[in-house]
């Protein structure tokens, strides 16, 4: 059977992190690319919000 593994993004010291994906239009190709990113929870809104 397989294991499963679980990951979770908080620390030792409290603080909570998510994991950010967002979808990108390639400038060169003009199809879609994904980034992601590890932010601090209390900071999603504000990385959503920017371009």
């Known amino acids: ?3 499963k593994v679980v990951a ?3 620390t030792a010291t ?3 992190y ?3 994906i967002r979808m990108q ?3 060169k ?3 879609y690319m994904f980034k992601e990113e ?4 209390d900071s999603v ?6 371009k």
């Open 14 to 16: 409290g603080k909570s």
């Open 38 to 41: 590890i932010v601090p929870s």
């Open 8 to 10: 979770t993004l908080k």
């Open 25 to 27: 239009r390639s400038p």
């Open 29 to 31: 190709t003009n199809a």
């Open 45 to 50: 809104q504000e990385y959503l919000k920017k």
């Open 1 to 3: 059977m397989a294991k």
């Open 18 to 20: 998510a994991k950010v």
